[in-house]
């Protein structure tokens, strides 16, 4: 199997001889690490068994973010701490994408830019869940930065995982609607008026596009699940996530890559040849500069708010088992029965069940009659 680190050690040199002038520390780093993976350049350790004496060497893994050999280990010790911090309730998921007239931009100018984009989404998410007409209360805020299509095309978007409720001044907790958070014309308009406010003053010398404010900004929000474990898988797809991984490269021949996306409309899987230098420089535009936290917590989920935190999750779990045991010991209600319409003394019990039909019987032709088994 072609993985990304033979990529980078068959075409790594003539890239850096190419680009390396121009090329961010973060990307030359990566591509360093990427090769050096689990080789005798890391180092390692030897285990030896102790009845036979066989002795097994195992090199060390260069823990970039963007390795994809390494982020598998990372997301599970990631999520086994993310544990102890969920909320026994529903869970939303949110999505804020910046139009494709601002990527240049935002690619010429990443490390600020990419902070903008998130803080303008959650200061947006944050200022509606406020409004008593929605949750009325401080939101628990977990983001993630992407900057990737499937065909590893530069698309900056931030993914949130936000509690359904909020805390309110009063320190009561308010839970949303079931099925709606806050409204989504609304998260859009205001992340765009906010994003492009804070990015001008922040690039004094810019010119940013018009067409920017002719077009409503894409937000997504969904609810998710209200199971504790399903909510940390679905974490998982999104938290350590990188462009591409090695099961994804199906070759390497002849100066060309080709691997495998999934098409974001159809939802059918499809293959893409790029010559070896266009796959490492689109794999490359997603390496986030050196320092910078692609993974964020606000509101409730900040640091600073842990004592707050572990109160709501006891208040919490202490209404969902009261809720459960009223559930339990709730009686079901009797179900009506249904007297014979020819006797009228015995009782109707279903014994057999009709299968659905594509089209309704033609005219004239009865519905085929159950049989009793």
């Not at 067409?211 to 679905?234: G, H, I, M, S």
Request: proline share 5%; glycine share 6%; hydrophobic share 35%.
């Amino acid at each position: 199997m072609v993985t990304m680190a033979d990529i980078v050690t068959a075409h790594g040199k003539e890239y850096l001889h190419e680009f390396g002038s121009r090329m961010l520390t973060s990307h030359k780093r990566a591509l360093s690490d990427i090769a050096q993976c689990r080789t005798e350049s890391m180092g390692g350790h030897v285990d030896e068994c102790e009845e036979c004496g066989h002795e097994q060497y195992l090199y060390h893994s260069c823990k970039n973010r963007s390795c994809p050999k390494c982020h598998g280990t990372e997301t599970k010790q990631w999520l086994e701490k993310r544990e102890t911090e969920l909320l026994p309730v529903r869970y939303f998921h949110l999505v804020f994408t910046i139009p494709s007239e601002l990527r240049d931009i935002v690619r010429r100018n990443q490390k600020l830019l990419y902070d903008i984009l998130i803080k303008a989404a959650v200061e947006t998410l944050t200022a509606i869940g406020l409004d008593p007409k929605y949750v009325g209360g401080k939101l628990g805020i977990l983001t993630v930065l992407h900057t990737w299509t499937r065909a590893l095309e530069h698309h900056p978007h931030v993914h949130m995982l936000v509690p359904a409720g909020g805390l309110d001044k009063n320190g009561e907790w308010r839970e949303s609607r079931k099925k709606f958070l806050v409204p989504v014309q609304a998260l859009s308009r205001g992340f765009r008026g906010r994003f492009m406010k804070m990015a001008k003053k922040a690039l004094h010398n810019e010119t940013f596009p018009k067409e920017v404010w002719d077009k409503e900004w894409v937000v997504f929000c969904k609810p998710t699940f209200n199971r504790a474990k399903k909510v940390l898988r679905y974490l998982g797809r999104y938290v350590h996530r990188i462009a591409i991984s090695n099961n994804r490269i199906i070759s390497m021949q002849n100066g060309a890559v080709t691997f495998r996306y999934q098409n974001s409309e159809s939802r059918q899987w499809k293959c893409m040849s790029l010559p070896a230098k266009e796959f490492l420089r689109r794999y490359l535009q997603h390496v986030l500069p050196q320092g910078f936290h692609k993974v964020r917590y606000y509101g409730l989920l900040s640091p600073r708010n842990r004592v707050t935190l572990k109160r709501l999750q006891l208040l919490l779990e202490e209404r969902r088992r009261e809720k459960a045991a009223k559930s339990a010991a709730a009686p079901d209600p009797p179900k009506a029965e249904k007297r014979c319409p020819c006797c009228e003394e015995g009782i109707m019990v279903t014994t057999s069940w009709l299968p659905r039909r594509a089209r309704s019987p033609p005219e004239g032709r009865a519905a085929p009659m159950a049989t009793n088994q």
